[in-house]
């Protein structure tokens, strides 16, 4: 399967069983036959909080027979080639599409109004259809119809469907197999939906205008081990129980069906519409620093973890090579060590030392894809709440991790984290972003490296390891493509009205909590391959569409994306100071790396 590291969710009947498996099992290995699997057991807390779905979002489970579902897939002929055939059909790079009724035109993002396609709909939608008119879903039959098929581990970045050139209800059958998908709000809510094979997805209002929706590219989806079934509308199971398990995904073909529009979009969401001279949901344009727990939250969400998901692989590109002193840490500690790398990214320093047992965990769910493509054992989690045992490690590893928690509680909360990972006299390096670019009267080669070539020169500006942790290129979400947009986040070395500056890169700090642009210099991300190949996505109503991301000009009027990143640049003595404040642990020592604050903590 590609997994070298497997996690199982296991619910004992009680508190004495969940006991007795921990002590007879935690530690044992397994044989099958010359291979061996060593069981790690922790407990893990389940949490009753529904997430309730977005306003006018309605799942309808079973809304098709096993047998309508066969008659469904076989009504659409994907053998058939583009020439002569009345379905244009497009091999996208993460999904095969197929177009009835009207083509969309990816180039514009619309549709031609004037240019049906000869054939319309499949008669073997019909029945469907007219059911979804007699149950109330719809009040109009659609007239277009885009067909998706995806194959195991292929998705579809987050997205809102035009406003100019469909109506307002938009059904989806989910067809084959299950998926997750996850609709975004601009505040940065996050509501992940279990979309169960043979169900209608039904999208009207806000939930169709203003939230995006997407499917993140991979094989497993976490999903609830005992999925209630009803053909009622329902809330999300996903996150309503504590039962969990991981579904492997299987090939999935959606059938999404709209309605043209031939008059101008009136919705209530004028600034998020194209008809109505809007461009985006108008989140703010640039962040403050938050002010409570929720705030916090919602910040690191916006400003780093969409932005690592979105590059994964343009990051991972750039970050190939591990860095002398944090390979020396690890290859000082003695054979047979329990390492965990909490933030790993791409698994660089998992595979340093061969004689380590080394696990990985990241919240980018891309990354960590990307460890165990690479057979690293990685898996998903927050770095404020790791699924491993207490006192499970001898040692912890945090590289450039900390810096992105926005508040003091958040920072000190992960440093208390690694050290209840870790055994007794276990140790743990953390490496943090310094304030102080330049120590000792020396210039780190963040700064150095700021007078870069020209004119066709070779450049050291490759975003790559000179500049870690800290200069990558920021992201791209599904339609910030629009050539004319320039965006409202401009270089200020001030805050202004209270909100968080944005640095100008390869210069000195002069505010401790900013945002750190990514250029991405001529490179594509996942999403912007998508929207130049076939994501039907709003060109003017999302040009703004996440927050985190920006436009600049380059030279011939191109448009080069730039995502912003949260950091807390450390002031010298800072991180001493946070690690302090967590009772049992000592600081071993504490240095400055290439622009970096550096400790090593042990536990006592």
């Not at 109004?113 to 109330?136: F, I, T, W, Y």
């Not at 329902?234 to 991981?246: A, F, R, V």
């Not at 569409?545 to 949260?566: A, I």
Request: proline letters at 6%.
């Amino acid at each position: 399967l590609g997994f070298s590291c497997f996690i199982v969710f296991v619910s004992p009947r009680s508190e004495d069983d969940a006991r007795k498996a921990h002590t007879q099992l935690n530690g044992q290995k397994l044989l099958s036959g010359e291979n061996s699997v060593t069981l790690y057991l922790s407990y893990v807390d389940s949490e009753e909080a529904r997430v309730h779905f977005p306003e006018g979002l309605a799942l309808v489970k079973d809304f098709v027979s096993p047998e309508e579902e066969a008659l469904l897939l076989a009504a659409v002929d994907w053998s058939t080639s583009d020439q002569g055939n009345e379905a244009p059909q497009k091999a996208l790079k993460h999904r095969r599409v197929k177009h009835y009724g009207f083509e969309f035109r990816y180039e514009n993002n619309n549709v031609d109004k004037d240019k049906p396609l000869p054939a319309g709909l499949p008669e073997e939608c019909l029945a469907v259809l007219h059911r979804c008119l007699q149950d109330g879903h719809i009040n109009v039959l659609p007239d277009q119809l885009t067909v998706n098929q995806y194959e195991t581990g292929q998705g579809i970045p987050p997205h809102v469907d035009t406003h100019s050139a469909f109506a307002d209800t938009i059904l989806s059958l989910s067809l084959g197999a299950k998926t997750v998908m996850e609709f975004r709000h601009p505040d940065g809510r996050v509501v992940p939906i279990v979309l169960p094979e043979r169900s209608l997805l039904v999208m009207k209002g806000q939930s169709r205008y203003l939230w995006t929706h997407g499917i993140t590219p991979r094989k497993f989806d976490l999903v609830p081990a005992c999925e209630t079934q009803s053909a009622d509308h329902s809330e999300p199971d996903l996150g309503s129980h504590g039962d969990l398990t991981l579904s492997k995904r299987g090939t999935r073909t959606s059938f999404t069906f709209r309605k043209i529009r031939h008059e101008p979009c009136c919705c209530a969401f004028p600034s998020a519409c194209d008809s109505q001279g809007g461009s985006s949901p108008s989140p703010p344009s640039q962040p403050s620093l938050p002010s409570c727990h929720a705030n916090a939250t919602r910040l690191e969400e916006e400003y780093v973890h969409r932005v690592y998901d979105a590059i994964a692989s343009h990051f991972s590109s750039t970050r190939h090579t591990p860095w002398p002193r944090v390979c020396h840490f690890l290859s000082s500690l003695p054979p047979g060590s329990v390492l965990a790398d909490v933030g790993c990214g791409n698994g660089k320093y998992l595979g340093v030392n061969p004689q380590l047992i080394p696990v990985g965990c990241d919240r980018s769910s891309a990354l960590v894809q990307i460890c165990t493509e690479r057979g690293f054992n990685a898996f998903v989690s927050d770095a404020l709440s790791v699924p491993l045992r207490t006192d499970s490690c001898d040692a912890c590893i945090s590289i450039a991790v900390i810096h992105h928690f926005s508040t003091q509680e958040r920072r000190l909360a992960a440093v208390r984290e690694l050290l209840r990972l870790l055994k007794p006299g276990g140790q743990a390096l953390i490496y943090v972003w310094a304030y102080e670019q330049e120590y000792n009267k020396q210039r780190s080669k963040y700064l150095k490296d700021h007078n870069k070539p020209q004119n066709g020169e070779k450049s050291k500006d490759k975003l790559g390891e000179s500049q870690e942790p800290h200069e990558e290129p920021s992201v791209l979400t599904a339609s910030h493509l629009d050539n004319n947009h320039t965006g409202d986040l401009k270089d200020d070395s001030k805050m202004t009205e209270g909100k968080l500056s944005v640095h100008t890169n390869r210069t000195a700090f002069t505010s401790q909590d900013l945002l750190v642009p990514w250029h991405l210099k001529g490179r594509k991300t996942r999403v912007e391959e998508e929207s130049s190949s076939g994501l039907h996505t709003t060109k003017s109503s999302d040009s703004k569409l996440s927050p985190s991301v920006d436009t600049s000009q380059v030279p011939g009027g191109s448009s080069v994306p730039v995502f912003h990143r949260y950091y807390h640049v450390f002031q010298q003595g800072e991180l001493e100071q946070l690690c302090i404040e967590v009772t049992g642990v000592k600081v071993q020592t504490s240095y400055h790396d290439q622009g970096n604050w550096c400790v090593i903590l042990q536990k006592e």
